[in-house]
C-alpha cells in the first residue's frame, strides 16, 4: 500500500561533550537551545510547526523533571499553544517519537512535526545511572544479582554468541576501534578528543579494565548528555517549504521505509523464541525485511551505510549479523572483509555510533535520523560516505526488545 510521503527538512543535535551540568545547563535549557538551533539550521519559521513529538526514557529519574513537551511553549512564543506528547521505549524512545510524527502527518492532522529526542545523565554518579537505566529490562526478574545491569545483560549476548556459532573478541574491539576512529571526525562526538594507547582494544586490564564479564569499558557506549531535533513535512509542507527556499523538492530526503517490531522484555524470552532458528534474534531479521520491504528494496545491498544502535560492541555485531550481509553467524566476515569500514560497502556508524559519538538514550533515534539525512544530502562533513543516497537506521531498546528502523534517502 502506497503512504504519502513524509519529508526531512533538516534538524540540529547538540555537543554531546558538553557535561550539561558542570557547564551550567539543565535540561530545560538543553531542550529549548537544542530546538531553537534545529529552526536555525533549516530557517522555518516557530509559528509553521503544527505539532511536537519527545522521546525521552527517564529524566524523572535523572532529573526530577516529567512533562517535557512543555518545554516548546518556551522556545518561542509562536509555539506556547503546541499540541506536544511523549513517548517512552528505553533507548528507542526517539525512533518511537519519529513514528508518532510520521502517523501524525500521513493522516493529515498536521502539516509540520518537530521531534525532539533528548536525555541527561552525567548529572548522578555511575551507580545511579546504571540504575535508574534498569527499569529497560524487567527490572523485577532480571539480572537481580548485578548493579550493572547493561553490560552483564550483553555479556549474555556474548555468551550465546560463543555457543552457538563461536566468536573472536578481537572483532568486537575492531569494531570499537572502528567507531572511536569515525567520532574523531565528527564535532558533536562525545570522545571526539579522547586520546588511546596501543592496549586499549585488548584484553589488557590496565588499559580496556573488565565490566562484566567479557565486556570491558571501549565496549560500552557511553553515559551521554544530549539531545537531537528533526522537522518533519507532509508533501506538501515540504513542496511549499521548497519552493519558498528556491530550491527542489527533490534536494530534500523522504522516509522511504519505517519498521517497528516489538519482542517479549525478558532476555530468556528471546532467546528462546530464537532456539533452533538460523538467526538468534528472528524478530531483528523480520525488522529487517518489513523495513526494505516498504522502502521497495530487496536486500540490504540497497542501501549505503548504517547508523546503528552500538550500545555495546556486541550489539552492533549482532545488527550486521541480523541484516543480509552475511549468513547468521558470520558477522566477521564484514570485518574481516572492510565491508562496514570508511570506503567499504556497507559503511555503520559513520557518526561514531553510540560508543564513539555518545548515547543520551531517549536522543539515540533522533540523532540517527538527524545523521542519515545528512549523508543523503552530502552535508555530514568529515564522517560523509560519498555518493550516499540511501541510509538506514536501526535503534533498539532494552535487551532487543522495541525496534525500530527508518531508511532515509533522495530520488
Known sequence: M????????????????????????????????TVR???????????DVEVGHVGNFVSSLFTGQSQLGGFF?????????????????????????????????????????????????????????????????WASQEWQDTPYVWPCAFDNMIDEYQQRYGLDKQHLYAIAQQNFDNAKLNPN??????????DSFSDDDTANPRISGNIRRQDCG?????????????????????????????SLPYIKGWGHINAPIAFAEKLRLGAGQPAIFPHIQQLFSQTLQRAGMTSINDVDGLEVHDCFSITEYMIIDHCGLYSPGEAWKAIEN????????????MSGGLIGLGHPVGATGVRMALDASKQVRQTAGGYQIAGA???????????????????????
Open 338 to 349: 572492510g565491508d562496514i569500514a570508511p570506503g567499504g560497502k556497507l559503511p555503520v556508524n
Open 37 to 47: 538551533q534545529g529552526l536555525d539550521a533549516c530557517a522555518l519559521d516557530p509559528a
Open 73 to 137: 511553549g518556551h522556545v518561542d512564543p509562536a509555539m506556547a499553544t503546541l499540541p506536544a506528547s511523549s513517548h517512552e521505549a528505553a533507548c528507542a524512545s526517539g525512533s518511537m517519537a519519529l513514528l508518532a510524527a510520521m502517523a501524525d502527518l500521513q493522516a493529515e492532522r498536521y502539516g509540520v512535526a518537530c521531534v525532539v529526542g533528548i536525555e541527561v545523565m552525567r548529572n548522578v554518579p555511575g551507580d545511579d545511572a546504571a540504575n535508574n537505566l534498569r527499569p529497560a529490562a
Open 389 to 411: 543516497k540511501n541510509i538506514m537506521t536501526f535503534n533498539l531498546g532494552g535487551s532487543a526488545t522495541p525496534c525500530a528502523s527508518l531508511i532515509i534517502g533522495r530520488d
Open 2 to 33: 502506497s503512504r504519502p510521503r513524509v519529508y526531512i527538512l533538516g534538524g540540529a543535535q547538540s555537543d554531546f561533550a558538553n557535561n550539561l551540568y558542570r557547564s551550567g545547563g539543565d535540561i530545560a535549557s538543553l531542550f529549548i537551545d
Open 222 to 250: 557511553q553515559i551521554t548528555d544530549g539531545a537531537a531535533v528533526v522537522f518533519l513535512a507532509s508533501e506538501q509542507r515540504a513542496r511549499d517549504y521548497a519552493k519558498q527556499r528556491g530550491i527542489a523538492l527533490e
Open 189 to 198: 562526538a562525545q570522545s571526539r578528543n579522547w586520546q588511546f594507547g596501543p
